[in-house]
């Protein structure tokens, strides 16, 4: 069963979108080595259509041009790209093809397929909502920055709670922090009393 990796940059307060106005200036090796082994290190990408769109925009060219970022776009060309939409889409980057069905059955026949490395997905927040509610999301990484930027649409939308559990914790000298989390069973249910007995007590 291969593993359902996602990452996303967020600001402190929650917010995921338009990170190319508030990112770049933390983005430093320590960074780039994170989201290397998240993300350009997979064979198989799993990407929402805004999000396919917006690489699909960048990548190939900066492949074309041999800069600095050539290897990073060339092993994304070179990963097949799944990409989610309830559009026909056509495309024009190399492997690349779209999600038949419906989504969650997808995923989990994706995950039951053999691969020598995770599938990962970048951004695409609606649909990391769907998997992490379904217990699809196997590793979601949070880039979490120490800015408030105040506008724009958030990770998580209103609805039920989704409980999580932490894997990992890593501060960056930028102040950046990569969070790790997988699904887990929701808490039990508790109220004061029970969390009073955690409080200091005198003498103690």
Request: glycine share 10%; hydrophobic share 40%.
């Amino acid at each position: 069963m291969r593993k359902i990796t996602a990452g996303l940059f967020i600001s402190i307060d929650g917010v995921i979108e338009d990170p190319q106005d508030w990112h770049f200036p933390y983005f430093d090796d320590d960074m780039g080595a994170a989201v290397g082994a998240q993300l350009g290190s997979a064979d198989t990408l799993l990407l929402g259509r805004d999000t396919y769109e917006g690489f699909a925009g960048a990548w190939p060219e900066r492949e074309a041009a041999g800069g600095e970022d050539a290897v990073f776009a060339k092993q994304l060309g070179d990963a097949r790209k799944i990409v989610v939409s309830h559009q026909n889409l056509t495309f024009d980057w190399r492997n690349s093809e779209q999600l038949q069905g419906d989504l969650l059955e997808g995923v989990a026949a994706l995950k039951a397929e053999s691969g020598a490395t995770d599938i990962a997905m970048s951004g695409s927040p609606s649909i990391v909502r769907q998997l992490l509610a379904t217990g699809l999301l196997d590793e979601l990484h949070l880039f979490v920055h120490p800015i408030a930027v105040r506008k724009g649409a958030r990770l998580f939308d209103e609805g039920d709670p989704i409980p999580l559990r932490l894997l990992s914790a890593n501060t960056f000298s930028s102040g950046v922090m990569h969070l790790v989390y997988t699904s887990a069973d929701a808490s039990a249910d508790a109220g004061y009393d029970d969390a009073k007995g955690h409080l200091p007590q005198e003498g103690k």
